[in-house]
């Protein structure tokens, strides 16, 4: 479903991406790791296309999105949601009204179908009677809740999840990773996540790719991936957890 062929990116005249070659298997979770300021989340913005890249292709689908702009390029993004580091919440609006954001901005729907839709998505995702609260009156863990709420409710086929436990503590970010786990498993959509936790996103991803000095230095199934026999993979795993880190079947 995703695929990038030789992708560069230069951003204040520096190269970030170097000529990434990536395909991203279609229903699974891949997680992108690598040291801070690789380009992770640049990599996300040229999957959904918000950024374009200077050279190479971004295949969704069979459709070069690189060469897409205007009206061409939204309707591709429909298909897309992004969870951002912060959930990106309005703070004008209540749980509520942010989930049902992009159905009526985006969808054109009105009334009952937006209700249903929103209500099933808190419930899904834990908060079930938290409509009516404002983003301020909720803890990080509840807004990550929140805008993953707001990126399902668009029934997307293609999820993209930018460091989605960033500033929450252990458990918090546990709960937030089984959340995203359980949610990929039941409805099937393709995932793409950046994380840095590790060794956590080894018990919850199917595929691990690891962007190093602007290209991808490995792209593996999760079990295959803790085995590298490659020293600056391994050393850069050593640091969440101890080498060997145990295998774990990302499917138990």
Same mark, same amino acid.
């Given at each position: 479903m995703? @695929?990038?062929?030789? +992708? #560069?990116? /230069?951003?204040g005249?520096?190269?970030?991406?170097? %000529?990434?070659?990536?395909?991203?298997?279609?229903?699974?979770?891949?997680?992108?790791?690598?040291?801070?300021?690789?380009g992770?989340?640049?990599?996300l913005?040229?999957i959904?296309?918000?950024?374009?890249?200077?050279?190479?292709?971004?295949?969704?689908?069979g459709i070069?999105?690189?060469?897409?702009?205007?009206q061409?390029?939204?309707?591709?993004?429909?298909?897309?949601?992004?969870?951002?580091?912060?959930?990106?919440?309005?703070?004008?609006?209540?749980?509520?009204?942010?989930v049902?954001?992009?159905?009526?901005?985006?969808?054109?729907? @009105?009334?009952?179908? +937006? #209700?249903? /839709?929103?209500?099933?998505?808190?419930?899904?995702? %834990?908060?079930?009677?938290?409509?009516?609260?404002?983003?301020a009156?909720?803890?990080?863990?509840?807004?990550?809740?929140?805008?993953?709420?707001?990126?399902?409710?668009?029934?997307?086929?293609?999820?993209?999840?930018?460091?989605?436990?960033?500033?929450?503590?252990?458990?918090?970010?546990?709960?937030?990773?089984?959340?995203?786990?359980?949610?990929?498993?039941?409805?099937?959509?393709?995932?793409?996540?950046?994380?840095?936790?590790i060794?956590?996103?080894?018990g919850?991803s199917?595929?691990?790719?690891?962007?190093?000095?602007?290209?991808?230095a490995?792209?593996?199934?999760?079990?295959?991936?803790?085995?590298t026999?490659?020293p600056?993979?391994r050393?850069?795993?050593?640091?969440?957890?101890?080498?060997?880190?145990?295998?774990?079947?990302?499917?138990?």
């Amino acid at each position: 479903m995703i @695929k990038l062929v030789g +992708v #560069t990116k /230069r951003l204040g005249g520096q190269p970030v991406l170097r %000529g990434v070659d990536l395909v991203i298997p279609p229903g699974k979770l891949t997680t992108i790791i690598g040291r801070s300021g690789e380009g992770k989340s640049v990599l996300l913005k040229h999957i959904i296309g918000l950024m374009q890249p200077d050279e190479g292709e971004v295949w969704i689908d069979g459709i070069d999105i690189a060469r897409l702009r205007g009206q061409a390029l939204n309707e591709i993004r429909k298909r897309f949601a992004m969870l951002f580091q912060g959930a990106a919440l309005f703070d004008s609006l209540t749980v509520f009204e942010n989930v049902a954001f992009p159905l009526r901005e985006k969808f054109r729907l @009105k009334g009952a179908d +937006v #209700t249903r /839709r929103v209500e099933e998505k808190l419930e899904q995702v %834990g908060l079930s009677g938290m409509g009516h609260k404002f983003p301020a009156e909720l803890s990080g863990g509840m807004r990550k809740r929140a805008g993953l709420a707001r990126a399902l409710v668009m029934e997307p086929e293609i999820m993209l999840f930018d460091e989605p436990t960033t500033g929450l503590d252990p458990l918090m970010a546990k709960s937030i990773h089984d959340l995203i786990t359980s949610m990929q498993r039941k409805l099937g959509f393709t995932a793409v996540m950046v994380s840095h936790e590790i060794p956590e996103i080894f018990g919850i991803s199917d595929y691990v790719a690891m962007l190093k000095e602007g290209r991808i230095a490995l792209m593996a199934e999760s079990r295959e991936f803790q085995q590298t026999d490659d020293p600056d993979i391994r050393e850069f795993i050593s640091v969440g957890g101890t080498i060997p880190w145990p295998a774990i079947d990302p499917a138990g």
